[in-house]
C-alpha cells in the first residue's frame, strides 16, 4: 500500500489562503486539495454554502491528488477541511483514509515549499448511501426521540446571537451543541446526525464519533441551507450534552 498525504488547509473568506500555505511548507510529497475548488461544488444552487461535489467531480480531484486503489490517504488541514475530505473519500467509497490529528503542526518530520509533481491515480467513486440525511427528513424526524441532532458550530452561533456568518442566526429545534474546535463531549445515545454553517466543521463531529466506534449522517447543506429554506428554528439556550 502506498501512502498519500493531502494537505486540506483552508481560510473561511480567504479562498487562496490554504494553497498559499500549501506553497509556503507542506509535508514532502503532499497534493493539495481545495475545500471549495475540490471537496464542494459551489456551482450548485439552493444547498447551502459548500454543497457537495458530484461523484465524477470528486473522482476527478482525487485522481490528480493521486488517490486510487492501494492508496491510504492521509489528511491534515484546519477548520475541518481535513475530516471533509475523510467523509468524502469514505462517502464515494475510498476507506483506506485517515486525519492526522493536530494537523500540521503535530507533524514532526520536514517541510518542502513550492509545488509537487503527484503522480495521478485512477478514483472509481462508488457512492455510500445512508451516511447523509436531506432536509426534508429531518424535518420529519426532528420529533422522535431517537434522533441525536448535534450542532458543530460555536456555542454562540449555536445560540443564535447575532454574528458575521449565518445570515439567519439561530439553530435547528432540539439540536445539541458540540462544538468542532473543543473536544467533543459525550453525546446521547441514538441516530447520529451532524451539522454546521455549510457542512464542513460538521465533518469533524463524525470523524471524531467514528475514532469512538459511531457512525453518523452528516446534512450536507447544514445551517446555510436549512435557514435558507424559512424551515424552524430555535434561538437562545438549550440543552447542550453536558446538561
Known sequence: MRYQFIDCRWQLGAPERGRELYLEGHVPGAAFLDVDEDLSDLSVMGQGRHPLPSAPRFAAAASRAGIGPGVMVVAYGALGGAERLWWLLRHFGHDDCAVLTGGLEAWAGPLRSGPEEIAPAEFAARTRLGDTIS???????LAHPELVLVDARPANRWRGDPNLIDTTPG??????????????????????????????????????????????????????????????????LARTPNT
Open 135 to 141: 432536509p426534508e427528513e429531518l424535518v420529519d424526524r
Open 171 to 236: 439553530r435547528i429545534p432540539g439540536a445539541w451543541n458540540a462544538p468542532w474546535s473543543e473536544p467533543q463531549p459525550e453525546l446521547p445515545a441514538g441516530d447520529l446526525v451532524a451539522y454546521c454553517g455549510s457542512g464542513v466543521t460538521a465533518c469533524v463531529v463524525l470523524h471524531r464519533a467514528f475514532l469512538r466506534g459511531r457512525e453518523g449522517r452528516l446534512y450536507p447543506g447544514s445551517w446555510s441551507d436549512w435557514s435558507a429554506r424559512g424551515l424552524p428554528l430555535e434561538q437562545g
